[in-house]
Structures are given as structure tokens and as C-alpha cells.
Nanobody, 115 residues
Framework: QVQLVESGGGVVQPGGSLRLSCAATRNMFDIYSEAWYRQAPGRVCELVSAITSGDNIDYADSVNDRFTISRDIAKNTLYLQMGALNPEDTPSYFC?????????WGQGTQVTGSS
């Protein structure tokens, strides 16, 4: 299986930027797609962005034009560059992978807003 570890979360001011990273424990050559999700306490999990092995990319309407998803296959790492952040962008973020054997999830990294 693929194990994922997110990092890069922290405190950010309104309008600020932050980059999240998702490091996998092995190579990602058999991955079909990768994605970022987010979930606030008591709320449903929301798909933020996804990228396929064929480099097709989708964004949620709420983050379109503000977030950018990318990956470094050689480093086994997925990224999410976030900009123009607002209070709605401050839940926990989770990365996930879809591959032949199933799906993998990280433990999450929290993004917290400040004034």
C-alpha cells in the first residue's frame, strides 16, 4: 500500500499563501490519480483538487484560480499551493491516492486562520 504524510499546514493571515506537501512512502508510478481533500470539524469532506497520471487537473469552484495542484514524481510528493486564503480555507487538509489496489489517505494537516 501507499502511505502518505502531509505537511505545510499552519497559521495564515487572511489573503495569505501556504503550500502543502504530501510525501509518499514509495514511488508513485502505479498511481491513477492524486487529490487533496479538506474537512472542517463536523462538516463533510470536500474535494479540493485532483490530478491524474495523465496530468488532467480539476479544481473545486471554491478554490479555482486561487489554488494550484502539482506533483514531483521523482520525490514521490504531491503539492497544493494555496493563495488568497480566507476563513473558509482553514480546515484540515488530506491528500489521497487512487491506485490499482485501492485508495490511500494521509492523516491530515491543519490550516488555521489568524487576524
Amino acid at each position: 500500500q501507499v502511505q502518505l504524510v502531509e505537511s505545510g499546514g499552519g497559521v495564515v493571515q487572511p489573503g495569505g499563501s501556504l503550500r502543502l506537501s504530501c510525501a509518499a512512502t514509495r514511488n508513485m508510478f502505479d498511481i491513477y490519480s492524486e487529490a487533496w481533500y479538506r474537512q472542517a470539524p463536523g462538516r463533510v469532506c470536500e474535494l479540493v483538487s485532483a490530478i491524474t497520471s495523465g496530468d488532467n487537473i480539476d479544481y473545486a469552484d471554491s478554490v479555482n484560480d486561487r489554488f494550484t495542484i502539482s506533483r514531483d514524481i521523482a520525490k514521490n510528493t504531491l503539492y497544493l499551493q494555496m493563495g488568497a486564503l480566507n476563513p473558509e480555507d482553514t480546515p484540515s487538509y488530506f491528500c489521497s491516492v487512487h491506485y490499482e489496489a485501492g485508495n490511500g489517505w494521509g492523516q491530515g494537516t491543519q490550516v488555521t486562520g489568524s487576524s
